[in-house]
């Protein structure tokens, strides 16, 4: 598959991850992440949203791009290369320095008792980025494409610092070994409202400025219309909707997009006890369905869709996992006034 050196900076394809999960006294599979196909381009810098409420398979997928869970199916490549079949030492030396993750939590990222910018020393000196006498100038520069510099940060423990300038540390961090591919793991969920813009303005300058390509993963729509190039739609391991970010976020296709787009975000953190075991029972459900995940939640669900799996259908610029986008389903008419944004509404299922 060397064709993909050329063509894509990362490939995705048909990327699976099964977990098991407990049923009582009986263990059950369940695939968190089923078949999923994305890319990043190789010949311009692009941001990439993957979006879905949680519990939809974003931080899985995350996960076995930057090697910290293996998946059960599919291939990840990077640069041309399948790199779950590389070796640690490769792993290491070429694949961790290109790809870098960027994590929800900025304060875990670094030990409360240690001062901050001892982790950007230790990173410079791990990669051998440059010669010891140039190492304060290296990372003052890191520091200055996020908004800081070395004298400011200096001798800073994480405590004395606010969650924005952590998140920023972080990012200069993970600048320092010149990656590619930047792969951020809802990266403004804990920061307060006002300070998540700066943050995503930041990915925004370095896909710009350094050429660096961005994961962006978030259930913050605003966020993701704003700042990204094309998004993936993800609803309980499936990428229901994808394409150019206008195109989807204006006009959603997808019924779940639509339902995601009018609903106002949550934080998980705020979440009550009641509604979060509520959640994770329908989680568990619609992971488990047959046919469409989305049937019992859907206001278009038709009979097809509580026993069959929907095709990723090619409509109006982008891929849309759903029925209602099926010819053969549904008549080209039918196809045609949905892309239009009629939707028949019909009772949901139970
Ligand atoms: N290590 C694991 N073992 C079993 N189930 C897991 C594990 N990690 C995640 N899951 C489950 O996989 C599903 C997707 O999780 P996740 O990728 O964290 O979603 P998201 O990041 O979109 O919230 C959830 O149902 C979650 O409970
Ligand atoms: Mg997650």
Redesign the pocket.
């Given at each position: 598959m060397s064709q993909n050196a050329t063509e894509n900076l990362l490939q995705v394809k048909d990327l699976t991850?099964i977990?098991?999960?407990r049923q009582g006294l009986s263990t059950k599979h369940?695939t968190?992440?089923d078949r999923a196909n994305f890319s990043i381009h190789a010949d311009r810098p692009e941001i990439l949203t993957i979006a879905?409420?949680?519990?939809?398979?974003?931080?899985?997928?995350?996960?076995m791009i930057l090697g910290l869970?293996d998946p059960s199916a599919g291939a990840i490549y990077y640069k041309g290369r399948d790199v779950t079949k590389i070796n640690k030492k490769e792993r290491r030396s070429w694949f961790m320095r290109e790809v870098q993750p960027i994590f929800q939590d900025p304060f875990a990222t670094f030990s409360p008792l240690k001062r901050v910018d001892s982790y950007l020393y230790e990173t410079a000196r791990n990669y051998r980025m440059v010669k010891r006498d140039r190492v304060d100038a290296y990372i003052d520069e890191a520091l200055h494409s996020v908004g800081l510099s070395l004298q400011e940060v200096k001798g800073r423990y994480p405590n004395e610092l606010s969650g924005g300038q952590v998140q920023r540390i972080s990012i200069a961090r993970a600048l320092l070994t010149k990656p590619s591919l930047l792969v951020a793991?809802?990266p403004v969920s804990m920061l307060d409202a006002s300070l998540r813009m700066s943050i995503v303005n930041l990915f925004m300058r370095l896909k710009e400025e350094r050429g660096v390509s961005v994961i962006y993963?978030t259930h913050d729509l605003a966020t993701a219309y704003y700042a990204a190039d094309r998004i993936a739609v993800?609803l309980r391991?499936w990428i229901v909707e994808a394409g150019p970010v206008e195109d989807v976020l204006a006009r959603p296709l997808h019924p779940y997009t639509k339902i995601l787009k009018e609903s106002v975000p949550q934080a998980d953190p705020d979440r009550k006890w009641e509604e979060t075991a509520t959640l994770?029972t329908l989680?568990?459900e619609e992971?488990l369905r047959a046919g469409c995940k989305f049937a019992s939640r859907c206001p278009a669900t038709m009979d097809v869709c509580k026993t069959t799996v929907p095709d990723n259908y090619a409509v109006a610029g982008r891929t849309v996992k759903c029925f209602l986008y099926d010819e053969k389903t549904v008549g080209a008419e039918s196809v045609a006034r949905h892309v239009q944004g009629e939707i028949p509404l019909m009772p949901a299922m139970t």
């Open positions: 991850k977990f098991n999960i369940f968190a992440v879905g409420e949680s519990g939809s398979g974003k931080t899985t997928i995350a996960r869970e793991d809802e993963i993800m391991g994770a989680e568990t992971y």
